[in-house]
């Protein structure tokens, strides 16, 4: 099983995305979860930009201990100077300096000619390699620069010292065969290759930087540089969570020391701290990724997973698949539904249930155990035990943000205060220290997805709040909706509660 390196790059051509920027504590617990996840290399980022930059990249350095720490630079040694600075504390250190290695990029963006941009990628390589020992060379816009000029430079900047010699297709230019007869190419052309590892960047503008990237990988490169999600400058990244599946998948002869169970919640430490939502269709991290709705698929998924998914929610750290209830669900969908809730029924009895189903299904987008109740012709006879009596939060600048909530829970008053980071979190910090309180739970459960919706329009628009929790590998949903966007949070998560519970 040969060995592919996992460089992650989230954290500086990740946070290039407008509007992503994170502070130095949030790239620290970005950094954290990807050293946990398994990452080879972390490229903190681009020292000289900004003396946030320059500060998180020593940050880091010093809280991350296995991972090779990467700081990015331009062919200039002001950059690696820089770069140099910022990486004082990391225990392993490497420096990512590079330049255009494209006519356009050579004509257009520095104006100068093929012989000087050698030069000066030579001398950047040679200049790194004075104060590390582990130097990556970009040649930028590889993917439409000409091969006998890359070849020419990539064995150079070799000679020089580079250890890895990254591959960018920059523009997402590439058709997967493209790519990977570009590397072939160069596996086969340049002299002394043997003497580093060969990475592929590729970029997602066309929406093939997957398999670009596998391309590359079957065609001898042994390092993919990706992000989580595959968010990134334009259009994205390669994704680290498709790449190290596709390889699982397909039992290839070459994997990574990814731990795959990590891959769904480090998805979502990224996706909320960056404020970049993951598209619901999204490959292996997607809301819908493991959701079922059609009733010729929900059939086959209650009898064999294997049937519609090729790779168990398990696998990537996602507690089950789910079996959504629509107007497109078919009866082994409500019955199965209907179990879950305790109805056992004869096959005459489903036939009407479902028919009754279908007429609800098309007045409303999405069905609850409660319209299942309705439907059963019954009412929930059990009291909820967790009941909400006030909801009071203090919130506003500069005040930091405290809740006060009265709940009975089995009949007993319980009023608790807390502060959180914003009114939702200290009221849900509110609830939960009534739970512990009355003793209903030994342990909380984990808030996996946290949704609002307007309902209309306006400033006094009414809010629905929907909740995921997870408790001893079960999901859980909650809902609530009031023009009060926290009473509607304090609703959703209370019911996902009392249905836990």
Known sequence: MQKIHIFDTTLRDGEQVPGCQLNTVEKIEIAKALESLGVDVIEAGFPISSPGDFQSVIEISKAVKNPIICALTRAVKGDIDSAVASLEYAKRKRIHTGIGASDIHIKYKFKSTR?????????????????????????????RADLE??????????????????????????????????????????????????SAHCHNDLGLATANAMAGVA??????EVTMNGIGERAGNTSLEEVVMIMRTHKFPYDTNINAKKIYPTSRLVANLMNM??????????????????????????????????????DVGIASSEIVL?????????????????YTLKPI??????????????????????????LMGKTLTTPKRLETKLVEVVCGYPLKPMATMKMLIDGAEHTTSANGNGPVDAAYKAVNLAVAEAKVLKTLPVLREFLIQAMTKGSDDVSRVNVQLEYKNKVYFGFGSDTDIVVAAVQAYVDGLNKLI
């Not at 900047?157 to 058709?175: E, W």
């Open 349 to 374: 009895q489903i036939k009407k249930s479902y028919e009754k189903f279908l007429e609800l299904a098309d007045s409303k987008k999405q069905i609850l155990d409660e319209d299942l109740h309705m």
């Open 149 to 198: 000029y890359l070849t020419q430079m990539i064995e150079a900047v070799i000679a020089a010292g580079a250890t890895v010699v990254n591959i960018p297709d920059t523009t997402g230019y590439n058709l997967p065969h493209m790519y990977g007869e570009k590397i072939k190419y160069l596996k086969e052309h340049v002299s002394n290759i043997d003497k580093a590892i060969i």
């Open 326 to 342: 629509s107007a497109r669900s078919g009866r082994a969908a409500l019955n199965h539904h209907l179990e879950r809730l305790g």
């Open 277 to 314: 939502p993951i598209q619901a269709n999204k490959a292996i991290v997607g809301k819908n990724a493991f959701a079922h709705s059609s009733g010729i698929h929900q059939d086959g998924v209650l009898k064999l997973r294997e049937n519609y998914e090729i790779i168990d929610p398990h």
């Open 219 to 224: 065609n001898g490169a042994r390092q993919i």
């Open 115 to 143: 012989e000087d941009i050698l030069k000066r990628a030579v001398e950047a390589v040679k200049y790194a390699k004075k104060f590390v020992e582990d130097v990556e060379f970009y040649a930028e816009d590889a993917g």
